[in-house]
């Protein structure tokens, strides 16, 4: 634990001589490195449910930050009030290091709808991408230490209710993920939480999955049966309301947790095509 909160100390006090007041408008992310060298990086990025899964699995590391119940996988994880704080006064300041990082804006109503516009993960291939990629590109900026990248993309929970114009859409900025921003790394995309009462009668959501698995078989990580065995036991529960949408932290650490071991094993291999297999 020492160790740990060494490192993030060591973290905010360099990002403290950049910065020089507190902001009570938007959140503060800050990626930064744990200098051990590691073979894999993973970096999830997603809208809410990837911020609860975060969350999940801050609950979740040992004194030397590593995640129980993965091999090889680091997170070391302080959410304070330090450099940002929401309108109501609430920690809005995030700070990351290790070989497992969030793609997260924060805790103001306008920084999770930027998360979840579609215009997060967008790529021209020409240099012009939206602030996720930004994000992502900082996470391997600051990590040089991390030999090889896995980008696992839960986006588009908003954009699926537009059915394959959205899926064509995120399937034309995945290809410039692959082909021009983040070429040496591999991506995988998970399909969304279909089986939630907000997609249950959709349609369109089901194709805009179809249109993603289509173009990348072997990076598509259908996971419709997993939500399927969990709905809706195991759904977010607030005030002892159903929330329709969201799951618990054991869902969440047991989805990522899978995908990660299943990426370690060769099981998920979205190289596979390349290699003849």
């Not at 005030?239 to 618990?248: A, E």
Request: hydrophobic share 35%; with cysteine.
């Amino acid at each position: 634990m020492k160790r740990m909160m060494k490192m993030l100390s060591a973290l905010l006090v360099a990002v403290c001589i950049l910065v020089t007041s507190v902001s009570e408008a938007n959140a503060v992310t800050l990626y930064g490195t744990d200098n051990i060298e590691h073979e894999e990086g993973y970096i999830i990025v997603g809208e809410s449910h990837v911020v609860l899964t975060m969350n999940a699995y801050a609950q979740s590391i040992d004194a030397e930050g590593y995640v129980e119940g993965l091999e090889d996988v680091q997170f070391f994880f302080n959410w304070d009030d330090s450099l940002s704080v929401t309108e109501a006064g609430a920690p809005n300041t995030f700070m990351m290091s290790g070989n497992l990082f969030f793609v997260v804006e924060g805790n103001l109503v306008a920084e999770g709808e930027k998360q979840k516009n579609k215009s997060y993960i967008y790529s021209d291939g020409q240099g012009n991408h939206g602030a996720g990629v930004e994000k992502i590109h900082e996470i391997m900026e600051q990590n040089p230490n991390i030999k090889h990248w896995n980008i696992i993309s839960f986006q588009g929970a908003v954009s699926a209710l537009e059915g394959n114009v959205a899926g064509k859409y995120y399937v034309n900025s995945y290809r410039n993920w692959i082909d021009y921003e983040f070429p040496k790394a591999d991506l995988y995309i998970v399909s969304h939480a279909t089986m939630t009462k907000f997609y249950r009668q959709s349609k369109v959501a089901k194709d805009f999955d179809k249109e993603l698995k289509k173009a990348f078989p072997e990076r598509f990580l259908d996971y419709t049966a997993f939500f399927k065995e969990r709905y809706p036991d195991q759904m977010l529960d607030p005030d002892q309301k159903p929330d329709s949408i969201h799951w618990n932290n054991d869902t969440y650490k047991a989805l990522f947790d899978d995908i990660i071991t299943k990426i370690q094993s060769g099981e998920y291999d979205c190289n596979k095509e390349a290699k003849g297999e």
